[in-house]
């Protein structure tokens, strides 16, 4: 049954519109390209090999392409974990980001009792929430339903502040995959080696703890300055996740 769902969900993948975003298709795509520069030649094969046709690019934006279908709800409230401002995340057994993410990566940690169909999804599934988890609204609070609530002009035009982190600072500064990749300049080896430690609930502190600065603006409007900063924390953002993203793929597929 498991399997006859997971079919069902990826044929309906190709009647889905294109619009549905978290990080933005734009943002999920990078999260996917930096990943990829950063994988040895084996990893990469062995990733290609349970894609089958479907891009990396496709891969990264797989959760939001399916979410218009309705036999999909059930995985809507993997996409974030709300914690009350001021509070820590505790573990947990509900159905969130952090669980979720840590359970297919335990699940792919022992693939070889897995089927195809299931170590596919699961690689669907790590290659999204790993980019989720860096997008700092996505691990925000549950009183404005992840900045969703929260109304701001963004260049003359009206919008949400949850929109404009997914999507819009990255359309509109049509940040690129080299800015992103520039910013291994910015970590040392050992950054590198701490960074790809997996613990998914350790890696949502730095997103969590960028939120001070996402509220950042006066007036309900966003100017210059704030998309300036903010720009380059997003581009560490999605450099990071792709960086994990790696690690998580190097660890199941390691010869």
């Keep these: 049954m498991k399997k006859v769902v997971f079919i069902m969900a990826m044929a309906g993948t190709l009647l889905q519109p294109m619009y549905l975003l978290a990080w933005g298709k734009k943002g999920h795509a990078l999260v996917a390209e930096v990943a990829f520069n950063l994988l040895d030649e084996h990893t990469k094969e062995a990733v290609h090999k349970y894609l ?31 914690v009350a401002q001021g509070k820590l995340y505790e573990t947990s057994k509900e159905e969130n980001i952090i669980t979720q993410l840590t359970r297919v990566v335990t699940e792919l940690q022992h693939k070889e009792s897995m089927s195809e169909e299931d170590i596919k999804k699961d690689l669907l599934i790590v290659f999204h929430l790993t980019g989720d988890l860096h997008q700092p609204l996505h691990v925000g609070y549950g009183v404005d339903k992840g900045g969703n609530d929260i109304h701001v002009k963004y260049k003359g035009a009206q919008t949400n502040l949850h929109r404009l982190w997914d999507s819009e600072i990255i359309e509109g500064e049509n940040i690129s995959l080299n800015e992103c990749l520039q910013m291994k300049k910015t970590f040392d080896r050992e950054d590198m080696a701490m960074l790809s430690n997996i613990n998914v609930e350790s890696w949502m502190r730095q997103p ?48």
Aim: hydrophobic share 40%; net charge positive; glycine share 6%.
């Design 52 to 82: 089958g046709r479907m891009t990396i690019e496709e891969a990264g934006n797989w959760m939001d392409d399916i979410k218009s279908d309705r036999r999909n709800d059930y995985m809507k409230q993997w996409h974030y974990v709300n």
């Design 208 to 255: 969590r703890s960028q939120l001070t600065g996402v509220y950042g603006f006066t007036d309900n409007t966003i100017d210059d300055v704030y998309i300036q900063k903010n720009k380059k924390v997003i581009e560490q953002n999605i450099f990071i996740a792709g960086v994990r993203l790696a690690a998580i793929l190097k660890d199941v597929f390691k010869a």
